[in-house]
DNA sequence: TTGGTTGCAAATATTTTGCAACCGG
DNA sequence: CCGGTTGCAAAATATTTGCAACCAA
């Protein structure tokens, strides 16, 4: 399958997504999720309005905002960072991961047992020096899961 | 040793850091990394601004922002999340990981060799129900490694 | 004494929101 | 036509910066 037709899938796919869940297929969303989905780039949401400006002057900036955060729960697209809202600062400097919870932004440490050991990607090496492994696990954590009960 | 006698410890490795980096120890920098040391709950600017303004009622919220960059530079504190500027967006739904150039934030998208698998920490599940699972490799990328030379 | 650091205020950057007009189904 | 979506403008949120006074070394 040429990247063309995969475009045109994923497109697709979205459509089926939109009807699903009672949201319109139009001409901009279909645009902002092309603008994502064509490139790897992992572009921001000033490159994508900059992008589509040039075929639609009229779109707005928030236009893009909000749909990207559209697209992002119908789980078309996904942020690749940047999902607190906030900056949050660690002093422990043991390696560990998080686990974040998307619905409190709560973070809780992760250590490893005494026989896991973390694995870095072969494929990692290949872009460059490595400084340092951030692993996060998001879900709704144990307290959020109570309250929705 | 009591967390208090490690909170110790480690305010004595952030001096030791400081003059070796040229840096001074203020009150400022002392209260604003115990702040993020002494706690479990990884806390952000604000949070930490509110905390330290009882004991010292005049300090600013640009000085805590400007010290927790600097806590950062000297390998004392890091970012949990957040640590690309601005929100940056993926359509690839395949499960994969991003390195991250520390240097010009291009990100790099990282597929598993089909011998690798991902491991979760066993630990995780702990905290809640899991929804996914984001591994970053930060570093810098051939492109800026090749430019600093 | 001296240059790194602070506090203040103002600016910047990023993202969000209210609202009326618009348009997809 | 109905209600979801857009564009506009303004606001909210988060973070950064210039500058003079301050203080750690």
Do not use: W
Not at 37 to 50: F, G, L, M, T, V
Request: aromatic letters at 6%; glycine letters at 2%.
């Amino acid at each position: 399958m040429t990247s063309e037709q995969l475009l045109n899938k994923k497109i697709e796919e979205l459509k089926e997504a939109c009807k699903k869940n009672g949201m319109r297929v139009t001409p901009q969303r279909i645009e902002i999720f092309k603008e994502v989905a064509k490139s790897c780039e992992h572009p921001d949401a000033e490159k994508i309005y900059d992008s589509i400006k040039q075929k639609m002057p009229n779109i707005s900036v928030d236009t893009v905002y909000r749909t990207l955060a559209s697209l992002e729960e119908l789980n078309m697209i996904f942020r690749v960072d940047n999902q607190l809202p906030k900056a949050r600062f660690d002093a422990d400097l043991r390696p560990h991961s998080h686990f974040i919870c998307i619905q409190c932004n709560e973070v809780y440490d992760i250590f490893l047992e005494s026989d896991e050991k973390l694995q870095i990607p072969k494929n990692a090496k290949k872009f460059g020096e490595i400084k340092d492994v951030n692993i996060q696990i998001r879900g709704i954590c144990n307290k959020c899961l109570k309250k929705s009960k």
